[in-house]
C-alpha cells in the first residue's frame, strides 16, 4: 500500500471534523481492511491462474509425447520439451 493510496483512503473517510474522532478511525478501519482484502483477492485470483496454466502446460505435453514410438518425430519431442520450458519463461 503506497503513501497515495493511504491518503485516499483517509480522505474516503471524510473529515476529522464530523463526528467523533472515534467514528473516523473506524471509517478508515474499515476502508483499510477492504484495501487488504481486494489485495489478497487478487493474488489468490493470480496464484490459481497461474497453477492452473502450468498444469495445463504439463497435460499437453503429455499429450505430444502419447504418439507410438514409430510415429515420433524430433518436432513432437521438441514441442513437448517446449511446452514445458514455457513455464521457465
Request: hydrophobic fraction near 40%.
Amino acid at each position: 500500500m503506497t503513501q497515495d493510496d493511504i491518503m485516499l483512503m483517509a480522505q474516503k473517510a471524510g473529515p476529522l471534523t464530523q463526528g467523533p474522532f472515534t467514528e473516523w478511525c473506524k471509517r478508515f478501519a474499515n476502508l483499510v481492511a477492504a484495501h487488504k482484502a481486494e489485495v489478497i483477492t487478487a493474488e489468490a485470483y493470480r496464484c490459481g491462474v497461474l497453477a492452473g496454466a502450468e498444469a495445463e502446460r504439463e497435460e499437453c505435453a503429455k499429450v505430444a509425447e502419447q504418439f507410438e514410438p514409430d510415429e515420433k518425430t524430433s518436432y513432437v519431442m521438441y514441442a513437448s520439451k517446449a511446452i514445458r520450458a514455457r513455464s521457465q519463461a
